[in-house]
Every structure is written in C-alpha cells, then in structure tokens.
C-alpha cells in the first residue's frame, strides 16, 4: 500500500518543477532540465546533481518510474537513454500539492484584499 | 572554446568518481550525457554561459556527493538491517526455516517425549534456548518477518505475568515493586471481570479460556503503540499498517503455548501425539501464510492453522479424558465433552485475538477509494 500524497508534502520547489514536467508525460533528464526552466520563467536551473538527486529520491519514494527512453523524439546521439514517467502517486501527490498552493494563495489573497479595504 | 568544453566535459567524468559505486552505475551514463548537452548548448550562447554552468554544477556537486554516500549508506543499512525481505526473499526455504523453528521444536519435543526418548540435559536446554535466541536474532535482523511469531511466544509468559495470581515456575509474580503493580492492576481490572465461584460454571470457562489471550492481545496493542512513536522504530510500524495480518503472525506464534496448555493438565503421555499433530498444522498454517500472496489468503492461512489445530486438541482431550484406562472414572471432576467444549472456547478466543489485526488488513482502505475517485 502507498502512504497518502499529503503524507509527501509540501514539496520543494525543485521537486515540484520536475513532478510538473513530467505530467504531460515520459521526459528524460535534459529535457526535464529545460522544461523546469521554463516552467519557472529561468528561476529555477537545475545542476546536473541536484536534478538527479531529486530523480532519484522520487524514485525511491515511488512518485515517478525510470523507463527506455526510446520515443522518436527524445532519441538521438548523444540523448540519454533513460527517461522519466510520473506514476500514479506521484500525480496524485502533484495535485494534492497544487491544490494545497491554491489554498495557501486563496487565503492570501483574502486576507491581503482585506486589508486593502 | 571547443577545447575548453571538451575539458569541462572530461573534468566532469573524473568529478563523477566521487559518487558511490552504486550510483555512477546507475546513473553515470545519464548524468555525463546530460552534461555534454548543457555544455555544448551553453558554448553556443557565449563564454560567460560556460563559466555559468560550471560554477553552477561545482556549487551543488559537493553537497550531492555527500548526499548520495549517505543515501547509500542507509539503503545498505536497510537492506542489513531492516528488510526482512532482502534478507530471505518471501516464502524463501530460509525464511520457511527460520519461522518455522519455533513450531517444529514443538512438533519435535513431542513426538520425542512420545516416544520416550530422553534427552540429555544440556541438549534439553539447548533446545529450550533457541526461541530465545531467534527472538534476540530477530532483534538484531530488524524485526524480520520469520521473527514475528517468537514475539507471540515470548508475549504469553508475560500476559501470564499480569494474570497469574501466584507462581510461574516457582517465580513469585506478585512479590517486589513489579508484584505491587500486578496486585494492583489485579484489583483494579481483572478483579472486576472475573466471574465468582458462584457464577454458572460455563460462564468461568468461557472467561477462563480467554483471559491469557485477551491480554496478550493487549499487549500486543501496546507493543504496536510503542512502535509507532518509536522513531527508529518507524519503518516497522508503516510495515505492519500496510500488512496487519503481521501482527496476527505475530500472535499465530503464541499458539505454541495454547497447544501446550490445552493439554497442561493431562498427564498421559498419549496427548503427545495430539500436540505434535496440531503442531505440524501450525506448521502447515505458517507455511502457507507466508507463501500468500494475497492478504485474504494470508488471514486464511492463520486461521486454517489455529481452527485444525484446536480441533486436534479438542478431539485428544475428548478421547483422552473419555478413556477409562487412561483416565479412571473416579478422578474426573468434568466430563469429555467439557472438556472438547473448554478446548473450543478457547479456540473462539484465539480466533478473536489473532485474526482481530488480520481484519483490520481486510478491512477497505481509505487510499483505494481515494484511488477510486
């Protein structure tokens, strides 16, 4: 049996980054790197270690699967060979923590609005 | 600059080497790949985007070398220390022979006090010690899975402890600080659920039979309370919640003792036979429990074993007392079928106590449904 998402949060903001990229779908880990970059608007550049730190962490945690990196488009020399999938938990643990930021920014918003007027 | 990539790119393969063997192998391969693409991609913007991304990866390297050494360090301790499952892979004739120790010693205690054969004193002994041993052995394994029912076994003399108004083996329970207690809690528990001399004969029985195993249960539910708050304890608390029939192999193991007591006070060497049948079924219950794959077949396993062996020991006790030769007529203060009927009391007892956990593992959880939705 797998712990509760809520059991896993919060996540940090790398952690989040990387489980966010990979809902669309398989990712290897350049393609993760860039895509965190983009996601964060160039705030969060991941090194090499800290990227497959975090991989490797989720994976023991179970939130995402190491698979053959062998779709069309994420093949070609010099492309790692490996790739990335989130798994069930680990999309569950994405929303659950999306979720829990909306509330955090809700209750923000509320209170900052309060105060404005 | 092609150069000066080509040296970035080589320093950072000799950089690799300081991560754990394990991990290089593992994600070696990935890690240079991924580094020849940023570096190659950074030299197109410019010199400033390579000085960039190396500071970059020399920043963070150091804090994840360290980080994966110690990563390793306690997947290995893990691995040593706290799988059970790494140790003897499930159902493994390893992990067979370690659990099942406990219930072949009874099987062959029996059969050789049937068969009168003495053993000497120190073999005795020895053989006396080993459920200890695996117990202290299960200790240092990280309470592996094989080790679960000696902590059944070693529970009862204590539940006896809390119970027994009197003597164990010529120890006084209720003498010292320890005694104090016991009297106490006496009073203040057991005293008020103890039916009196006068109450009807089956209501003595049906509490008789039950009272060693209620509390064992007890304590095992104290035990589990421990384990959960106890930190490094953890892990072994997150196992039991995702697999309750654990605890109840926990308890399966106390059936040793029950089969032991259901004859205590049957002096005829012929109940002999009776213990070392219904402790091969113990055997056989064990046996499958830990070869099941599936939760409800496990619960099965454990309650096949406890069901066919109190059935063993309520037909003996049944034949034994019946028979006249064995049991003259004038010494018998019941009759046989009180006695089978004592021994399926106390059956009905031992189902409740072992399988209580084994339900909670049947029980549907909140996960799955989350799951569902």
């Known amino acids: 049996m797998q712990a509760k998402p809520s059991s896993y949060l919060p996540l940090t903001e790398p952690t989040f980054y990387i489980l966010l990229s990979l809902a669309p779908g398989k990712k290897h880990g350049y393609a993760i790197l860039k895509d965190v970059e983009t996601l964060s608007n160039g705030k969060v550049r991941l090194s090499t270690s800290t990227l497959y730190g975090a991989l490797g962490r989720l994976l023991d945690q179970g939130l995402i699967e190491r698979v053959p990196n ?41 209170r900052l609005g309060e105060e404005h007027t | 600059m092609k150069r000066s990539v080509q040296i970035l790119a080589q320093m950072y393969t ?98 050789l006090s049937y068969l009168h054969i003495t053993l000497p004193l120190w073999l005795n002994w020895g053989l006396f010690l080993v459920p200890l041993l695996m117990f202290a052995l299960g200790l240092i394994k990280g309470l592996p899975r094989w080790f679960l029912p000696y902590t059944g076994v070693i529970g009862v003399p204590l539940s006896w402890a809390l119970t027994t108004r009197g003597t164990i083996m010529g120890i006084n329970t209720r003498g010292g600080v320890v005694g ?48 959960a708050a106890c930190r490094p304890l953890r892990p072994f608390y997150l196992r039991l919640r995702d697999d309750w029939t654990l605890l109840s192999f926990g308890l399966y193991g106390a059936m040793v003792m029950a089969v032991l007591m259901a004859f205590d006070d ?103 449904s989350l799951q569902a939705g």
Request: some cysteine; charged content about 20%.
């Open chain 2, 14 to 111: 000799r950089l690799l080497s300081l991560y754990p063997q394990q991990y290089r192998a593992e994600y070696g391969e990935e890690l240079q790949a991924v580094f020849s693409l940023l570096v190659n991609e950074a030299a197109q913007r410019g010199r400033f985007s390579v000085i960039r991304l190396g500071w970059r990866e020399m920043r963070d390297m150091p804090g994840a070398v360290i980080r994966e050494h110690r990563r390793e360090r306690r997947k290995r301790k893990m691995e040593t220390r706290t799988s059970i499952l790494s140790t003897f892979e499930p159902g493994s004739w390893r992990e067979w022979l370690a659990a099942m120790t406990l219930f072949l010693l009874l099987a062959l205690g029996s059969l």
């Open chain 2, 266 to 368: 049957y002096p005829h060497p012929h109940k002999q036979l009776y213990i070392f049948v219904a402790s091969l079924i113990l055997v056989a219950g064990a046996w499958v429990y830990l070869r099941s794959a599936h939760l409800w077949q496990r619960a099965l396993a454990l309650f096949g074993g406890i069901t066919l062996s109190m059935a063993v020991a309520a037909t003996g006790r049944a034949i034994l007392y019946a028979n006249p030769l064995l049991w003259p007529p004038a010494a018998r203060g019941y009759t046989w079928q009180s006695e089978a009927l004592c021994t399926v009391f106390l059956w009905g007892w031992l189902v409740a106590v072992v399988m209580t956990p084994a339900l909670l593992a049947l029980l549907p959880r909140p996960d799955k």
């Open chain 2, 180 to 227: 104090s207690l016991l009297r106490w809690t006496d009073r203040q528990f057991f005293a008020l659920l103890r039916p009196s001399a006068s109450d009807p004969w089956i209501v003595r029985a049906v509490y008789g039979a039950g009272e060693l195993w209620l509390v064992l249960l007890g304590i095992a539910a104290f035990t589990v309370l421990i384990v």
């Open chain 1, 70 to 110: 062998d779709e069309e488009e994420n093949t070609g020399p010099g492309l790692p060979r490996k790739a990335y999938i989130l798994s069930e938990i680990g999309r569950r643990v994405l929303e659950a923590e999306t979720d829990r930021l909306q509330s955090l920014v809700a209750v923000a918003h509320l």
